[in-house]
């Protein structure tokens, strides 16, 4: 069993930053790489930003390019997701998810990749 709790979600006027976190237990967290989605109402989820196993390489939607930072703290088991610039169409509900494998050269965009998901924290940006 792997838990997946993602927190930092919340009510941003535009232009402001947002630091979304994620911890996972119940796996040996520096072993997997670790991805952040995000589903609109009605649509599926779609990949933010992933990061390797060991910090490295970092992938990013276009979307978000240039304005967000993915990172991670093995030894605390988390992963975070920054947001800069935040925009109106950056409102949807956030989720982290664990690689399905260990020791992946490069994360996924993939969201058939991730075995593992929390249950999604809500970001909504005012205008």
């Not at 919340?10 to 119940?26: F, H, I, P």
């Not at 605390?76 to 956030?94: G, H, K």
């Not at 664990?98 to 940006?125: C, I, K, L, M, N």
Request: glycine share 12%.
């Amino acid at each position: 069993q792997v838990d997946v709790v993602e927190s930092g979600g919340g009510l941003v006027q535009a232009g402001g930053s947002l630091t979304l976190s994620c911890a996972a237990y119940g796996r040996t967290f520096g072993n997997y790489a670790m991805g952040w989605f995000r589903r609109y109402p009605g649509k599926e989820r779609e990949f933010v930003a992933a990061i390797g196993w060991h910090g490295a390489p970092t992938y990013y939607a276009d979307s978000v390019e240039g304005r967000s930072t993915i990172s991670r703290d093995n030894p605390n088991s988390t992963v975070y997701l920054q947001i800069n610039n935040l925009r109106p169409e950056d409102t949807a509900v956030y989720y982290c998810a664990v690689d399905h494998s260990a020791f992946r050269p490069a994360p996924d965009r993939d969201a058939r990749e991730y075995s593992y998901w929390g249950q999604g924290t809500q970001v909504t940006v005012s205008s």
